[in-house]
């Protein structure tokens, strides 16, 4: 369980340092319209990136509940008592 919680951690430390916008000047020869085109795209991968990360942490954090809730119930597990068996041989 530890070990999912440290994938998490590095990953989520990561994933939004990958994505930085930089935006540019646009000169005459690109219509005024590169750098905003490229900002659209920046910021659309910045924006998967973010909800790759969210859906992964999401996951991770569902997996880690649900070994928590199993490890719960397992302390608090019953175990089964059989009675003795009246016809079994009484000898060591």
Do not use: H
């Amino acid at each position: 369980m530890r070990i999912l919680l440290v994938i998490a951690v590095l990953l989520a430390g990561t994933l939004p340092a990958a994505a930085l916008c930089v935006s540019v000047p646009d000169d005459r020869s690109s219509a005024y319209v590169k750098n905003g085109l490229r900002q659209t795209i920046c910021l659309d991968n910045e924006l998967n990136a973010a909800t790759q990360q969210r859906k992964l942490e999401i996951e991770l954090r569902t997996t880690i509940d649900r070994l928590e809730r199993e490890r719960i119930q397992q302390r608090f597990e019953v175990p089964a008592i059989r009675p003795a068996d009246p016809f079994a041989p009484r000898w060591p």
